[in-house]
Nanobody
């Protein structure tokens, strides 16, 4: 069955770094654009960044430009989010999303990983 399993979250001090990973299985990974979303406490889910099937970054939130980088490894069916210069406002649950580029109905979510930025 389809699975998206995020890992790499945790507690980090402001200015620190984390690298999130999302391992995909159960579908043809290279047919999907991959995204990271986040949801802060009491707020809605927002798009952080999207990477195309070929690895081109096609979307990134203004709030993370210059600090976060999304990438993917199609050989390992994994998407990454490198987060540098973390701020308290980056705190939230980070979700991996897979969107088939030909079929809009084929959209999958991971269970999320908690990122907490605090001193």
């Amino acid at each position: 069955q389809v699975q998206l399993v995020e890992s790499g979250g945790g507690l980090v001090q402001p200015g620190g770094s984390l690298r999130l990973s999302c391992a995909a299985s159960g579908f043809t990974f290279s047919d999907y654009a991959m995204s990271w979303y986040r949801q802060a406490p009491g707020k809605g889910r927002e798009l952080v960044a999207t990477v195309s099937r070929s690895g081109i970054i096609i979307n990134r939130a203004d709030s993370v430009k210059g600090r976060f980088t999304i990438s993917r490894d199609n050989a390992k069916n994994t998407v990454f989010l490198q987060m540098n210069s973390l701020k308290p406002e980056d705190t939230g649950v980070y979700y991996c999303n897979a969107q088939n580029t030909a079929w809009a109905s084929l959209n999958y979510w991971g269970q999320g990983t908690q990122v907490t930025v605090s001193s």
